[in-house]
């Protein structure tokens, strides 16, 4: 027999579990005994318990919390990946100038070097100095020399003048 057939039979026999029937004659019980008509069923809905409520519930919380969280959680890694890329692209930044900075140091050393390979030294200085000062006093001396030279032509002209000029007296 099937569960609805045996709760059919429980009801037509009035057993305790079912509700009180109006009738109060037995005859009239007899009747219903006597006639069982098809009954129907109502399948009762089951309340939801405190034990599946709570189950339910915290599987929805938990849910919405995670996420919420992975929302979050991508919201922050958005940012922190836009804070990145920011702060690359000052690297990228500050390496191109320390990188020009460095290329105009190079060619400022290449320029020092070339002007201290096409420079004199010290030593070299000295010497052409020493080289001028002989050169300076060799024609100092030559032109003491030369002015002598001139002195005495002045001189034997000057003796020459005084004698033409006697013999042309006389």
């Not at 057939?5 to 579990?17: D, E, V």
């Not at 009180?20 to 109502?42: D, K, L, Y």
Request: proline share 2%; with cysteine; hydrophobic share 40%.
């Amino acid at each position: 027999m099937t569960s609805l057939a045996r709760l059919g039979s429980r009801l037509a026999q009035g057993s305790p579990r079912c509700a009180r029937s109006f009738a109060t004659s037995s005859v009239r019980r007899v009747e219903v005994q006597a006639s069982p008509a098809p009954v129907t069923v109502v399948a009762q809905k089951k309340p939801i318990g405190g034990f599946r409520g709570g189950i339910v519930g915290f599987l929805f919380g938990f849910s919405l919390a995670s996420s919420l969280a992975a929302y979050h959680l991508l919201d922050e890694y958005q940012r922190a990946s836009a804070a990145l890329q920011a702060s690359v692209d000052e690297l990228k930044i500050s390496t191109e100038k320390v990188s020009s900075h460095v290329r105009r140091i190079e060619a400022v050393e290449k320029d020092l070097q070339a002007l201290t390979n096409s420079s004199a030294s010290k030593e070299e200085i000295s010497k052409v100095r020493a080289e001028v000062k002989k050169l300076y006093d060799g024609l100092h001396v030559e032109f003491l020399d030369l002015r002598s030279h001139i002195w005495g032509i002045q001189q034997d002209v000057h003796k020459l003048s005084k004698k033409d000029a006697t013999t042309l007296r006389v």
